[in-house]
C-alpha cells in the first residue's frame, strides 16, 4: 500500500514556519561568545524538525540546507564551537532564506540554487572544527579574521563556554550608596568595559512601592566579568564605593562548577535583569515549541463551532420564551432552561476564547526589526518584552503588527540618540525599548517606552503655531505632545528614509482607533517617550444598543454612544448649508437622517418627534435619529462580507434572540458620511 | 421550518440517459416556466422567511437571513430575471445555493414560487439557449434541456450574485443617495 | 492488529506515521513529546516509536523512563532519528531501544519494520 504524501505538506510548511519564527526569536536572544545551551538547543531542534520533515516529505533541497545548518549546531551544541557575531548573521540570513524557499516551495515555484549553495559553503567553513596545536589548556585558538573559537574537546567547555578567566564579583551596596552620589551603572558601564558582563540583579530586599525610598538602594548585584582581565582593574572600579558596599571579588575558575544563571543577561541593563527573572520572561522560548497539551485547529473550524453555538443560545433562548409558569413540572422546567442559559453562555465564551493568541506572535518578530534598525540607523538599541501571553483576538492581533512596528520605527529614529551622544549625555550607549502587554478592565494594554531624547515641546508648538494648528492659547504638555498625531506634523529636523516625513503617525492613531482602540502619548525630555495603546480584546464580541427605525432594528456599538436624549424642539436648527444640527452641550452636531441615508422608512418626521443617539468617533460626534430604544445586549459580529459584500455605513450584522438579523452601524464610517454631506 | 421543506424535495426515478455523465438537477418553477440548478450546488431548501433589508442594495435583493449562524443574503429571483413580481404564498421557498467566487465560497439564496422535481439530465439533453422569449435575461441561462416532458432552463447561478455587476448597482444606488 | 504509541515533535511526521500504521490495521495513539508519551504510556502498548529529538524530555530519556516502569519493561521501542551517529545509537541501546528506524523513510518502509518487530508478519 501507498499512502499519498502530498496531503501532509500543508502541515510540514505550517510547522516549518513556525519553528523559523522560533527558531529566529531564539538567535536574537542569543549573543556572540555567550553560547546559551537552551537557546542553542531550541535553535537545533527547529533546525532538526524542519530536516525530518523536508527528508520524509522529499524536498531534497531543504532537507540538505537545514543538515549542513544543523551540523553547525551541532558543534555549538556540543560545546566544540563557540558561537560569534559571524555565525548569528549566518543563521538568520539562513532563517530568512528557509522562510522564502520554503515559500516558493510551498507555491510550486522553482527555488534559486544560488544563494542557497553560497550560504551553505558559508555555514561548513564556519563548521569546520580544527584541532589546537597542542593541548594547552583552555588556550582559544583564533583563526581566519577571528571568526571561529574552537577548543579542545566538547567536555572542558561544558560549564563555562564564555571566554576563559574572568571574575565573579559580589556586590552588595548599602543603602545610601545612590545618596553618596554614586552610579553603579556607570560601575557596570566600566566592568563592561574591562570584558564580557553578565549582570544579575538581587530583588530580594525590594520593598514594596509605597514604603520605598526612592534615594536608598535596595539592590544587590551578581556579576561575572569574562576574558582576560587583570583583577586591580576591577578593584579600581569598586574603589570609590569601598565605603559604601560590601564586595567580593573571586577568579573566575573558582566558581565554574556553579551553574551558570539560567538566561545570561547579553548586555549591560540591571533593569532588564528584573524582567529576565520575572517568571512570564524565562519561559519565553518555550512559548513557540511549547506544543505538549494543544492542537492545531483551522480558524475555519472555530468559526464554524462559534455558530453552532450561537445557534443554540438562540433555541436556548426560544425555550425559555415558551416556559411560561404555573404547573410544577413547568417550574421544574423552568429552573433547568436557567441552568441550560448559564451553561450556554459559559459555552460561548470558552468557544469564543479559542480565537484568543498570545500577543507574542507579534512580538516575537520584533526583535529582528529592532536590531535590524538598530543596525541600519548606527544605533544601540535593545527590545525587553513582558506579558507575552497576554491573549487577544486573532482579528485584533492581526491588524496591531504594523502600528507597532511604525511606533518602533519612530522610537529607534527620533527616539534614541546615537551612542556618541548618548555618552556625553552620561546615558547608556544602549538604548532601551521596553514593550509591555497587560490586560485593562477588559482590554489590552501596549506601552512602548524608550530612554531616549523625548518629545521637544517647543519645537511641536512652533510647527504646530506655524501651520496653524495652534493660535497662541495656554495649552497643556498633553495636548502638544497629542498634536504629533496630527496628519502632516513632523519635527524631526533630519528626515530619513526610516520614519519619512509626518506620514504616519495620524496613520497608526487611525488603524488603533479603527479597531475600536486608542493611543496617547506622554514624554520627558531629554528622558524617553511612551506610548500607551488600548484595545479590545477581541472585535467578534461587542456590547451593543438596539435601536428601531422604521419597521428594522439595527444596532448601534455601545462604545461609541455618547447619549441617548429627546431633543426639544428649539435645540435643533438648521445650519447655513450643512443641514440640521443639534445643541449638544455647548456644541452643534450635525444630526444624520439614517432614513435618508438608507431609503428606510422611519416614523419621526422631525428629530424632535423621535430621539436622539449621540455617538462619537474620532472626537467628532453627530447625532442619529432613531424612533426608538431598545434593550442593550452582547452581540457577536458576523461579517456581510463572507457572502455578500461591505456596504456603507454597516460593519456587520448580528443574529438577535429569536434568530433575526439585525445590521450594526458603522459609526466611524457614518461621521465620514455626515462630514462629506456637511462638506457638499 | 426545516421539516416541511424537506418534504417537497423528492427524488425521482432515475432517467436512463448516458449513465455517470449525467447529473441531478432541482426543478423549480418560476411564473410557469421550469428552471433547474444542479443539486450539487444546493446547500438546503427552505419555507419563506421575512428578511433584514439591506440599505443600499439592489432592487432583486431582498435582505439577509440567518442560515446556521452566517449571514447570507436573499435574491428575488423574479425580480432578477425581470419577471413580473407576485405576492409570496405558502408554497414560495429559499433555495440556498454555494458558489464558488473569486473570493472564495458564498452562499446566497433564491425566492422562487415553489420546487418541483429533482431530475437527472445528461449533457446530450442540453441545447444552447435559443433566443429566448417572455423577457428572461438569456445571460443566467446556460442551456435548455427537455426532460420528463418539460423544457428546463438551466439557470447559471454564478452570475446571479456576479461581483462586477453587484458593484456597479450599489454604486448607482450609493451615487443616488448621496446627491 | 497492535496497539502502538508514536511519538514525535514534528506535526507533519506525526500525521504520516499515524495515517501509514492506521492504514494497515494499527491502532496509533499519537504524542508531542516525551513528557505526554509517558502520561499515554500508562495504557498498554504493543509498540513505542520514540523521536530522538524532542522538546519536554527527549526519545533517549523517554526509553530510559519507560524502561524503569513495570509497564515499560517488556514493550518493543524503537527510535526514529536522523542521526546516523554511532554515539546516539549506543546511548540509545544503552537507554532500552530495541532499534531504531533512520529518517528518511516512506509509509511502507515503516509498516514492514514495525510489523517486523511485533511479529505480525504473516
Avoid at chain 1, 576563559?164 to 552610579?183: A, C, M, S, V, Y
Avoid at chain 1, 426560544?318 to 432552561?337: F, Y
Wanted: hydrophobic fraction near 40%; charge should be negative; include cysteine.
Amino acid at each position: 500500500m501507498s499512502l499519498d504524501l502530498t496531503q501532509f505538506h500543508v502541515t510540514f510548511f505550517e510547522e516549518s514556519f513556525e519553528a523559523l519564527d522560533g527558531m529566529e526569536f531564539a538567535l536574537l536572544r542569543l549573543s556572540a561568545g555567550e553560547p546559551d545551551a537552551e537557546l542553542i538547543h531550541t535553535i537545533f531542534r527547529a533546525a532538526h524538525c524542519i530536516k525530518g520533515g523536508a527528508a520524509i516529505f522529499g524536498f531534497a533541497e531543504i532537507a540538505s540546507f537545514t543538515h549542513t545548518l544543523e551540523t553547525y549546531l551541532d558543534a555549538l551544541r556540543g560545546g566544540y564551537l563557540i558561537v560569534n557575531q559571524l555565525g548569528i548573521d549566518l543563521l538568520l540570513k539562513s532563517v530568512d532564506l528557509l522562510r522564502s524557499t520554503l515559500t516558493s516551495v510551498r507555491q510550486g515555484n522553482t527555488v534559486d540554487q544560488h544563494p542557497v549553495a553560497a550560504l551553505q559553503s558559508d555555514l561548513e567553513r564556519l563548521s569546520q572544527v580544527v584541532d589546537p596545536p597542542d593541548s594547552g589548556v583552555g588556550e582559544p585558538v583564533h583563526y581566519g579574521a577571528g571568526a571561529v573559537v574552537a577548543r579542545p574537546g566538547g567536555d572542558v567547555a561544558r560549564h563555562a563556554k564564555l571566554l576563559p578567566g574572568g571574575w565573579h564579583i559580589d556586590f552588595k551596596p548599602h543603602r545610601t550608596l545612590l545618596q553618596q552620589g554614586n552610579e553603579p551603572l556607570c560601575m557596570f558601564g566600566e566592568l563592561q568595559r574591562l570584558g564580557a558582563l553578565q549582570p544579575r540583579v538581587d530583588i530580594g530586599n525590594l520593598p514594596l512601592l509605597n514604603l520605598m525610598n526612592p534615594e536608598l538602594c535596595y539592590l544587590a548585584w551578581d556579576l561575572r566579568v569574562h576574558g582576560e582581565v587583570v583583577r586591580a582593574d576591577v578593584e579600581e572600579i569598586f574603589e570609590w564605593v569601598a565605603d559604601d558596599c560590601e564586595v567580593l571579588i573571586r577568579a573566575l575558575a573558582s566558581v565554574a562548577e556553579l551553574p551558570l544563571p539560567n538566561q545570561p543577561v547579553p548586555a549591560l541593563c540591571p533593569e532588564r535583569a528584573i524582567d529576565l527573572t520575572a517568571p512570564q520572561q524565562t519561559n519565553i522560548t518555550q512559548i513557540w515549541y511549547g506544543e505538549s497539551g494543544s492542537i492545531r485547529v483551522s480558524i475555519e473550524k472555530i468559526d464554524e463551532l462559534i455558530n453552532r453555538v450561537g445557534e443554540l443560545v438562540i433555541t436556548q433562548s426560544m425555550l425559555h420564551e415558551l416556559g411560561g409558569s404555573g404547573t410544577p413540572e413547568v417550574s421544574r422546567l423552568q429552573i433547568g432552561l436557567e441552568r441550560l442559559e448559564r451553561n450556554t453562555r459559559e459555552l460561548q465564551e470558552s468557544v469564543m476564547r479559542m480565537r484568543m493568541l498570545p500577543v507574542n506572535t507579534v512580538f516575537s518578530r520584533l526583535p529582528r526589526v529592532v536590531r535590524d534598525l538598530g543596525r541600519k540607523m548606527d544605533k544601540q538599541v535593545e527590545l525587553t518584552l513582558s506579558g507575552g501571553q497576554t491573549e487577544l483576538d486573532k482579528n485584533v492581533l492581526e491588524k496591531i503588527g504594523d502600528p507597532l512596528v511604525h511606533l518602533l520605527r519612530n522610537a529607534i529614529d527620533h527616539g534614541i540618540e546615537k551612542p556618541s551622544m548618548r555618552r556625553q549625555l552620561g546615558k547608556l550607549e544602549t538604548g532601551h525599548l521596553r514593550l509591555a502587554a497587560a490586560y485593562k478592565g477588559g482590554r489590552i494594554n501596549i506601552r512602548l517606552s524608550d530612554d531616549g531624547a523625548g518629545l521637544d515641546r517647543e519645537k511641536i508648538l512652533a510647527r504646530a503655531r506655524s501651520d496653524g494648528l495652534v493660535q497662541n492659547e495656554e495649552i497643556s504638555d498633553a495636548a502638544i505632545y497629542d498634536l504629533i498625531f496630527h496628519p502632516g506634523l513632523s519635527t524631526a529636523e533630519q528626515t530619513t528614509e526610516l520614519s519619512g516625513r509626518g506620514v504616519g503617525m495620524d496613520v497608526v492613531r487611525k488603524n488603533i482607533r479603527a479597531l475600536g482602540g486608542s493611543v496617547e502619548v506622554s514624554s520627558e525630555r531629554g528622558r524617553g517617550t511612551t506610548f500607551s495603546i488600548v484595545l479590545p480584546l477581541t472585535l467578534a464580541i461587542m456590547d451593543g444598543q438596539s435601536v428601531v427605525l422604521g419597521d428594522e432594528n439595527y444596532i448601534i456599538p455601545l462604545v461609541s454612544i455618547v447619549e441617548s436624549l429627546q431633543p426639544r424642539a428649539g435645540l435643533v436648527g438648521h445650519g447655513s448649508n450643512c443641514g440640521e444640527l443639534l445643541l449638544f452641550r455647548d456644541e452643534y452636531v450635525p444630526i444624520l437622517r439614517l432614513d435618508e441615508l438608507f431609503g428606510t422608512r422611519i416614523q419621526s418626521r422631525s428629530p424632535s418627534d423621535g430621539l436622539i443617539v449621540i455617538v462619537e468617533s474620532d472626537e467628532r460626534r453627530i447625532g442619529i435619529v432613531v424612533d426608538d430604544l431598545l434593550g442593550q445586549q452582547q452581540i457577536v459580529l458576523k461579517s456581510l462580507e463572507e457572502n455578500y459584500r461591505k456596504v456603507k455605513g454597516i460593519s456587520g450584522a448580528t443574529i438577535l434572540g429569536g434568530g433575526s438579523v439585525a445590521l450594526i452601524l458603522d459609526v466611524p464610517e457614518l461621521m465620514r458620511i455626515a462630514q462629506e454631506r456637511g462638506a457638499a | 421550518m426545516q421539516t416541511h421543506t424537506e418534504e417537497r424535495t423528492t427524488t425521482a426515478e432515475p432517467a436512463t440517459a448516458t449513465p455517470g455523465k449525467s447529473s441531478q438537477y432541482l426543478t423549480f418553477v418560476l411564473a410557469d416556466e421550469h428552471y433547474a440548478v444542479e443539486i450539487l450546488r444546493v446547500r438546503e431548501i427552505r419555507g419563506w422567511s421575512p428578511v433584514t433589508r439591506l440599505p443600499q442594495s439592489p432592487a432583486f435583493l431582498l435582505g439577509v437571513l440567518n442560515l446556521r449562524g452566517s449571514i447570507v443574503p436573499i435574491i428575488d429571483l423574479r425580480v432578477r430575471l425581470s419577471l413580473e413580481s407576485v405576492a409570496y404564498t405558502s408554497v414560495t421557498v429559499t433555495i440556498v445555493l454555494a458558489v464558488e467566487s473569486s473570493r472564495g465560497k458564498r452562499n446566497f439564496g433564491i425566492v422562487v414560487d415553489g420546487v418541483s422535481d429533482v431530475l437527472e439530465v445528461s449533457p446530450s439533453d442540453i441545447q444552447v439557449p435559443p433566443e429566448i422569449g417572455k423577457g428572461v435575461n438569456p445571460e443566467f441561462i446556460t442551456g435548455l434541456a427537455a426532460v420528463a416532458d418539460k423544457m428546463l432552463m438551466l439557470l447559471d447561478i454564478d452570475q446571479l450574485l456576479n461581483e462586477k455587476e453587484l458593484s456597479a448597482v450599489v454604486e448607482r444606488s450609493e451615487a443616488a443617495v448621496g446627491s | 492488529m497492535a496497539n502502538i504509541l508514536a511519538v514525535d515533535d514534528s506535526a507533519s511526521i506525526r500525521a504520516m506515521v499515524a495515517m501509514a500504521l492506521r492504514g494497515a490495521g494499527h491502532e496509533v495513539m499519537m504524542a508531542c513529546d516525551g513528557v505526554t508519551a509517558l502520561e499515554l504510556a500508562k495504557q498498554s502498548w504493543d509498540l513505542v516509536l520514540a523521536d530522538v529529538n524532542m522538546p519536554n524530555m527527549d526519545g533517549i530519556s523517554l526509553i530510559r523512563e519507560l524502561r524503569a516502569r513495570p509497564e515499560g519493561r517488556f514493550i518493543p521501542i524503537l527510535m526514529l532519528t536522523t542521526e546516523t551517529s554511532i554515539e546516539r545509537k549506543r546511548a540509545g541501546r544503552e537507554a532500552g531501544a530495541t532499534g531504531w528506524i533512520i529518517k528518511p523513510f516512506d509509509p511502507d518502509q515503516l509498516i514492514t519494520i514495525v510489523e517486523r518487530v511485533i511479529g505480525l508478519e504473516l
